[in-house]
């Protein structure tokens, strides 16, 4: 049997039933009386909580519940507004293409974008020793099909690890700017086998980048030669390892169960404000079906609301690439 370790940042998951954390992303305010409001839900262990419908959250404006008849509170699809975008980065270093592997490597790949892709825009890219990065699939909705990386020789069968991650960077940034949707998030996920031996960036470059950035990073590190301290300062948002190359498979599997949580945990709960005037404390505090809660404040002003509020139209987010919450 081998050993999967899962770590979110350097800490070992715990699954105890713990309260919950709300986070706020981002609110929008307009009349005649909208209030939306975009964030994640997690426990305070960090796992994600999803699939939560408007019933379970209770509104409340200055401590006092606010009636679901009077507010008709809804969740809007969050793609009205935000954008997820996920890069996958595949080590194509000849120790993976020429290791025997590689079938092993689209399968899993396959496995995994198809899941994610129900959730975030994907692409693909590859490294082996160059320093520009391999174009493998632009970033598309949907499920990706085979990507070819079986087929795939090196040019330079060197690895280089820190470079590509800071030039992925760059990549997601570059979609992410070029969004439609006010708010948009960046993923990106690391799969290599071994170390960076190209020299191209040091791991201190690589950690100036992933601070500038500052998207959610996962790794996947599966091989004998992985240097497990070095993928989980990079893999801040967790790191799948495993020194057995037959774990390739439940390492992606796992990273993906991940992505997937975090994203069903993304709210956008729209509702009418009964309020008329006035700045206002507005608290939305979610409910589990096994009675966890928590809460998240936001302050409102309502001058100049008014009745006839539907609370299905758009937010009017402000255009922007917020930091994201985790």
């Given at each position: ?26 609110a929008s ?147 992410l700017d ?111 079906a096994d ?36």
């Open positions: 049997m081998t050993r999967l370790t899962w770590f979110l940042g350097a800490t070992l998951l715990s699954s105890s039933c713990a309260a919950l954390r709300p986070r706020l992303v981002d305010v307009q009349k005649p009386s909208n209030v939306a409001v975009y964030f994640t839900v997690d426990t305070r262990d960090g796992e994600p909580v999803p699939s939560l419908t408007a019933d379970q959250f209770r509104i409340l404006e200055d401590d006092k519940l606010v009636s679901k008849f009077e507010s008709k509170q809804t969740i809007l699809n969050p793609e009205v507004a935000a954008m997820h975008s996920l890069l996958l980065l595949v080590d194509l270093s000849a120790s993976v293409t020429q290791s025997g592997s590689a079938e092993a490597l689209e399968a899993a790949v396959a496995a995994f974008t198809d899941r994610v892709a129900q959730y975030q825009q994907t692409a693909i890219f590859g490294f082996d020793g160059r320093p520009e990065l391999i174009p493998i699939r632009a970033f598309a909705p949907g499920k990706a099909g085979s990507s070819g990386i079986a087929s795939l020789k090196p040019r330079d069968p060197s690895t280089n690890l820190n470079g590509a991650i800071i030039e992925a960077l760059k990549v997601l940034e570059k979609q070029r969004s439609p949707v006010p708010l948009r998030f960046g993923t990106l996920v690391v799969f290599t086998d071994g170390t960076d031996q190209a020299h191209r960036a040091e791991a201190r470059d690589v950690q100036a980048a992933l601070e500038r950035y500052g998207f959610d990073v996962f790794v996947i590190g599966v091989g004998a030669e992985i240097d497990e301290r070095e993928l989980r300062a990079i893999g801040r948002s967790g790191v799948a390892l495993d020194r057995d190359p037959r774990s390739l498979s439940a390492a992606f599997d796992q990273v993906a169960s991940r992505i997937e949580g975090f994203s069903k945990c993304y709210y956008l709960l729209s509702y009418c404000s009964p309020a008329r005037a006035g700045v206002h404390d507005l608290r939305i505090e979610p409910v589990t009675g966890r809660t928590g809460s998240l404040t936001y302050r409102f002003d309502a001058q100049g609301f008014g009745p006839d509020c539907d609370p299905n139209r758009k937010p009017a987010f402000d255009l922007k690439r917020p930091r994201q919450p985790r």
